[in-house]
């Protein structure tokens, strides 16, 4: 393989994505659509977003310290989309995607969505002086699931087709529905030959 070097795209670096869900100071439920958010662990399990830009979500949650993030789903993918490209300051968005309230925190869930959190921000990171960007660092504060992700008699293949979860790469919408390629560890007792051409290792994933 002969590497070259460009400018920075995250082109070929997959996203979930998620709606944020606040309710507007005269409780309408508002969704914006996001990417920029991630997981870490330092006592438990905190979820890390990273919002820029003047928008309504990011006021909400600067006056509330709580918001919603559901994992998008096939069947929500153009409510999500029309969210993400229409701000909430001047848009009326609860038709879009239809909610119902938290069970924990006043934020709206989307009825669609298979997977959602409910969150309080403990910590806040600005990333410039001027009240630009900000990272949320915040405590699943509940998780509330479709039912049928809980059957225990099916795979997780078969769940991932139930969630129907939309990822984003290169600007683009895709389907997460590929065939699982092992459990993480799958490949940790293979015996490496250092010689081993890098470019033949996708061998190991053929079916
Ligand atoms: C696919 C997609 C991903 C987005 N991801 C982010 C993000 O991670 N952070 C962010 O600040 N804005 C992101 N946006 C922009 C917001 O969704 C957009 O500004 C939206 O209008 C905000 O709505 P609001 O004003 O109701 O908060 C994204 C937009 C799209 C279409």
Redesign the pocket.
């Known amino acids: 393989m002969k590497k070259v070097s460009q400018g920075f795209t995250n082109a070929f670096a997959p996203q979930t ?1 998620y709606v944020y869900g606040t309710y507007k100071a005269d409780g309408t439920p ?8 991630t997981y870490c662990f330092d006592e438990e399990h905190r979820f890390v977003v ?4 003047d ?4 006021d909400r949650i600067r006056e509330t310290g709580i918001f919603s993030a559901s994992v998008v789903s096939e069947a929500m993918l153009k409510g999500a ?1 029309w ?7 001047d848009t009326d ?1 609860s038709a879009a995607i239809l909610s119902h309230p938290g069970k924990k925190l006043n934020v709206p869930i989307p009825d669609g969505s298979p997977w959602s959190y409910e969150l309080r921000v403990v910590k806040t990171l600005p990333l410039d002086d001027h009240g630009g960007a900000e990272i949320y660092i915040c405590e699943f504060v509940n998780t509330l699931v479709d039912e049928r992700l809980q059957d225990e008699s099916l795979s997780f293949e078969e769940k991932m087709a139930i969630a129907a979860p939309i990822c ?1 790469a290169n600007w683009q919408y895709f389907k997460a529905d590929g065939p699982s390629l092992g459990g993480w560890g799958a490949f940790k007792d293979n015996d490496f030959d250092r010689k081993e051409n890098p470019d033949e290792m996708s061998a190991l994933f053929e079916r």
């Open positions: 994505l508002n969704f914006g659509l996001f990417c920029w958010a990273c919002l820029c830009e928008k309504l979500t990011r989309d969210c993400g490209n229409h701000p909430g300051y968005k984003t």
